[in-house]
């Protein structure tokens, strides 16, 4: 029979002829050198590639700590703003009390007869001269009464009343004409509003002694507003020799921006 080379007999012998080689080798002691070798590259590629993994797995657990972090800190910062809102409001509240005990004793040892009312709305920008109270004609409530604030403090005169509600116009209204005197001197004149700036106190004659930081109450004139209701304080005095008149400027006693329980001197 002919023997017949092909391409696989080929492959075979050449793989059978390496495993030969090998095992004289290794019998020989040959590969020791080049099994040592490859042991020490890949124990070396093994270390290399386990460094990497650490490295990598510590950087994808600072990455999963600071998102953890991100949003522990995001949640304390919302409870702190909720803690915030809520003191804010304790705070609210507890000024609001301690307005309303001023007011209620205000009204327990003032003479006059008064009424107390709440303010529903006011302009904060001091554009509008007028406020809106809760209380109205069923109420008692007339045009032209005067409205004040704890200690007898005078803010506001009613001008138009509904059955329920009522609106007042300040007397920092130029259209607000109040009989005043000072106290010290006892010197008479007109408080006009000063478009919700400041107070002038006009009409004052030339022989009246006045000076800053006397004190300005309604005189009770023609009948306008109960005497001795407290305006403000003289803060500067214009006045020339030529003129007939002193003219000065007062400082409400009143804070205008935060009237929250008034009184209506019935």
């Known amino acids: 029979m002919r023997f017949i080379y092909t391409k696989t007999f080929a492959r075979f012998f050449a793989i059978f002829l390496i495993v ?3 095992a ?8 020791g050198y080049i099994k040592d070798g490859f042991l020490r590259g890949f124990g070396l590629i093994a270390n290399r590639v386990s460094q990497v993994t650490n490295i990598g797995k510590s950087v994808f657990s600072t990455l999963f700590i600071i998102k953890d972090l991100v949003h522990e800190n995001a949640a304390l910062s919302q409870q702190v703003d909720q803690l915030a809102f809520d003191n804010a409001q304790l ?10 005990r001023k007011a209620l004793n205000y009204k327990q040892q003032a003479k006059l007869n008064l009424l107390p009312v709440e303010v529903l709305t006011q302009d904060p920008t001091g554009f509008s001269q007028t406020i809106i109270l809760d209380k109205g004609a069923n109420a008692g409530l007339q045009i032209g009464q005067a409205v004040v604030t704890a200690p007898g403090v005078l803010v506001a005169r009613i001008a138009q009343v509904s059955p329920t509600t009522a609106a007042a116009q300040l007397i920092t209204d130029p259209a607000t004409v109040i009989n005043a005197e000072v106290v010290d001197s006892g010197a008479k004149g007109l408080i006009r509003g000063e478009h919700g700036l400041t107070l002038a106190l006009d009409m004052v004659t030339q022989n009246e002694l006045i000076k800053t930081g006397d004190s300005v109450i309604a005189s009770g004139l023609s009948g306008d507003f109960p005497r001795g209701l407290l305006i403000g304080n003289i803060s500067a005095i214009r006045s020339q020799v ?15 921006r935060n009237l929250k329980f008034l009184f209506i001197v019935l």
Request: a negative charge; glycine letters at 2%; charged letters at 15%.
């Open 24 to 31: 004289i080798f290794d019998a020989q002691g040959y590969l």
């Open 20 to 22: 030969a080689l090998l």
């Open 91 to 100: 705070k609210s509240a507890q000024n609001e009390n301690i307005s309303l």
């Open 242 to 256: 030529t003129e007939l008149f002193q003219k000065a400027y007062v400082t409400p006693a009143a804070d205008f």
